[in-house]
């Protein structure tokens, strides 16, 4: 059974710093495209970014380019999202997605599984 | 800057009855969209990619159409499990793109 499971959500200050970790089972993590997706409360998805499957090639959100970093460990089948300089409107549920097809958009074929997200609060 | 533009943003629908959702692109997709199921609390569902292909395990009672910047998803025949959030998302320009969802109410 494919499962992804995200940690690492919480209170944060703004200006604070909070790594999110998506540990993944059930399938091939080094065979797949992977991705961050966010929801704040009471707004639609909002795409993050996403990493090709040996971490070489990392796409984002050109708002979130700078503060929010995406990088893998292929040995631990885990996927990260390093997010800096957190702001009121970083709060949201984070999800993490595969890939299916490929993360390039000429052969993406939709994110197929996802974790059931976690929430990050920036608050003081 | 690409904009998904959905509508409407609330559809309320009877049950056995026939949903229609839009999303409009600012630009040509070509036919790089994909459609997402989303209920509170838990993860997102992907229904179609390709505009037009179902994914798998999903019911043909959803079905995608539409190219350039112009697209559908038709829900026939309403079942309770089917009331939710409805997001497109394109997928021909970096970055990606959700539209800003249409949420499929009972009537």
């Known amino acids: 059974e494919v499962q992804l499971v995200e940690s690492g959500g919480g209170l944060v200050q703004p200006g604070g710093s909070l790594r999110l970790s998506c540990a993944t089972s059930?399938?091939?993590?080094?065979?797949?495209?992977m991705s961050w997706v966010r929801q704040a409360p009471g707004k639609g998805l909002e795409w993050v970014g996403n990493i090709e499957e040996d971490g070489s090639v990392k796409n984002y959100e050109d708002s979130l380019r700078g503060r929010f970093t995406i990088f893998r460990d292929n040995a631990k089948n885990t996927l990260y999202l390093q997010m800096n300089n957190l702001g009121a409107k970083d709060t949201a549920v984070y999800y993490c997605a595969r890939d299916l097809g490929g993360g390039y958009n000429w052969n993406y074929q939709g994110s197929d599984c996802w974790g059931q997200g976690t929430l990050v609060t920036v608050s003081s | 800057e690409m904009m998904m533009t959905q509508s409407p943003a609330t559809l309320s629908v009877s049950p056995g009855e026939i949903a229609t959702l839009s999303c409009r692109a600012s630009q040509s997709l070509s036919n790089n969209v994909a459609w997402y199921q989303h209920k509170p609390g838990q993860a997102p569902r992907l229904l179609i990619y390709g505009a037009s292909t179902r994914a798998t395990g999903i019911p043909d009672r959803f079905s995608g159409s539409g190219s350039g910047t112009e697209f559908t998803l038709t829900i026939s025949s309403l079942q309770s499990e089917d009331f939710a959030v409805y997001y497109c998302?394109?997928?021909?320009?970096?970055?990606?793109?959700f539209g800003q969802g249409t949420k499929v109410e009972i009537k």
């Open positions: 059930g399938f091939t993590f080094t065979s797949y495209w």
């Open positions: 998302q394109q997928y021909n320009k970096w970055p990606r793109a």
